[in-house]
């Protein structure tokens, strides 16, 4: 089916850019059944919808806010994309990300690839237009629903280093901050009461407000020293409730569980500027967070009733730690994890193979919330 023809409402959707078939038991099959051509299941129904994207290829999906998705064209390219309207609106080039990428041209004057300038110096690495978009983008957040308006996206690029935003309609990415130490990135970011709030993964955390009257980015820091678990964090999240709380999810790779990952959740003080640990069995008020490249979602389980309350549903994380690597890891596909029982399961198993890791293909999109 065209895009078109996918019906619109609150539904959770699993959409995945798997380009093979994905093995599994029967809950998988009936939650997900990906193809070649990538597909929206829906999770109340059971009805599966084919969906074309823009230019007939997706190189990578790096985000999604209600019913847009954000992808990487063929072309390295980001572009807004409504699968209900297929209506598409293209975000600044790569090469619009002028502090680290330049194109390069052919003799004809056309590009024919793109130079990555190295964050500590020194020529860069030439890329195909096609691939670098598959792994220079980690996470692009929207500021609101371009259907009800002019929108900031702000982008992490490049292995969690850079920080970059734009709006549709501008010729070039303004990037506004570089984490230049080894040992730090960027872990996630979250649009809340009209700012930006950008978490590391040694647990700093600042807010941005962009888009102001004079059009200059400002920036607060809310949590300026590291945490204790630096080493040991695979990554970490941004979760906004409704009952108006700022929660972090931190995912710590733990050899002492069957499953080595241990989860836990803290609230941001106001007040005080910390993170204060809340009860992971409660922490989620008996809701369902989904988590990934995804704006977050805390969902009711009243409402969807096939999610399991105090449940987090992680897509593979593709801003993580080093620590990631560890060959104790055991995170792929879709996990989820009980913050009640501790344990963590596959929810569906993940596409792509290896690659499945390297580069995840799976993103949570939530049109109607």
Not at 58 to 86: I, Q
Not at 108 to 113: M, P
Not at 169 to 186: A, C, E, L, M
Request: charged share 20%; proline share 7%; hydrophobic share 35%.
């Amino acid at each position: 089916m065209a895009a078109p023809s996918v019906p619109p409402g609150c539904t959770p959707w699993l959409v995945s850019l798997a380009t093979e078939p994905l093995p599994g038991g029967e809950q998988s099959r009936r939650l997900w059944d990906p193809t070649v051509t990538s597909k929206f299941r829906n999770l109340l129904d059971e009805k599966e919808f084919k969906v074309s994207f823009p230019r007939g290829q997706a190189v990578a999906c790096c985000g999604s806010f209600r019913g847009w998705l954000v992808v990487a064209n063929e072309l390295s390219d980001l572009v807004l994309y409504n699968p209900f309207t297929a209506a598409l609106l293209p975000l600044p080039p790569l090469t619009g990300f002028s502090s680290c990428i330049k194109g390069v041209y052919a003799d004809e004057g056309n590009v024919i690839g793109d130079r990555y300038r190295c964050l500590h110096g020194g020529n860069g690495s030439v890329y195909d237009m096609d691939s670098l978009g598959r792994h220079f983008y980690d996470k692009v957040v929207l500021s609101g629903s371009p259907s009800a308006g002019p929108v900031v996206a702000l982008a992490i690029h490049w292995d969690g280093k850079r920080l970059s935003f734009a709006r549709v309609g501008d010729s070039s990415w303004r990037q506004v901050s570089v984490i230049s130490r080894i040992q730090d990135s960027f872990a996630d970011c979250v649009y809340l009461r009209g700012r930006f709030y950008v978490l590391s993964m040694t647990g700093k955390l600042k807010i941005w407000d962009i888009g102001g009257p004079e059009d200059i980015p400002r920036k607060k820091t809310i949590i300026a020293e590291e945490d204790d678990d630096f080493f040991e964090v695979i990554t970490r999240y941004l979760v906004p409730t409704p009952w108006g709380h700022l929660l972090q999810i931190r995912v710590i790779l733990d050899k002492d569980q069957d499953h080595c990952v241990s989860v836990y959740v803290d609230r941001l003080d106001r007040k005080s500027c910390q993170m204060v640990g809340v009860s992971p069995a409660t922490a989620l008020r008996g809701h369902a967070a989904l988590l990934g490249q995804n704006s977050p979602g805390l969902l009711s389980v009243e409402k969807f009733p096939e999610l399991r309350p105090d449940c987090i549903y992680f897509t593979t994380p593709r801003l993580r730690g080093d620590i990631f690597e560890h060959r104790h890891n055991q995170w792929k596909g879709v996990k989820v994890y009980d913050l009640k029982k501790l344990t963590l399961e596959d929810a569906f198993p993940s596409g792509g193979g290896h690659y499945g890791t390297i580069y995840p293909s799976e993103v949570w999109f939530m049109p109607g919330l």
